[in-house]
């Protein structure tokens, strides 16, 4: 299985570089982080709308066989870091081939994107800058590889 993080924006060097190479490092499985950015506009519509646009053409370059689409979403479930350890192992166990994380902007994502994914995920009730965002949800995928071989990083 291989992952895959989408985000709009681009993180500049610093300690969320540093945390997310040292987790990606760490992670069995392969992850890789596509970053876009979309031309700056004037408006939350016409923001969303372009980043969709590059999101949807970053999405149509799948691997072949069955990928999930994980759509961050500030209304989506929450789940526990054990709850997401079990998605991830099914994922895995169903042969899925390629799970996608997309990540939206400051205005998050557009309303049909958010309905085509197969999942809407959130990271709590508080809202996160992009880019600790994108640590936390690396943090998460490394916890729940950890939680599935039984290693004691994870305590209930």
Do not use: C
């Not at 209304?75 to 895995?92: I, P």
């Amino acid at each position: 299985m291989q992952l895959r993080i989408i985000a709009i924006g681009r993180i500049k060097q610093g300690p969320e570089i540093r945390l997310i190479d040292e987790y990606r490092k760490r992670l069995r499985w392969p992850l890789s982080i596509q970053e876009l950015e979309p031309k700056s506009l004037r408006g939350a519509n016409s923001r969303m709308a372009s980043e969709a646009a590059l999101i949807r053409a970053a999405l149509a370059k799948r691997k072949s066989g069955k990928q999930d689409i994980v759509a961050l979403d500030e209304a989506g479930v929450a789940w526990s870091s054990r709850q997401f350890a079990d998605k991830l192992a099914g994922w895995r166990d169903q042969a899925v081939a390629e799970v996608i994380f997309v990540i939206g902007g400051a205005d998050g994502l557009d309303p049909d994107l958010l309905s085509s994914a197969d999942i809407r995920l959130s990271l709590g009730a508080m809202t996160w800058p992009h880019a600790l965002a994108r640590v936390l949800l690396v943090e998460q995928i490394y916890r729940a590889q950890q939680i599935i071989l039984g290693h004691p990083y994870h305590r209930d």
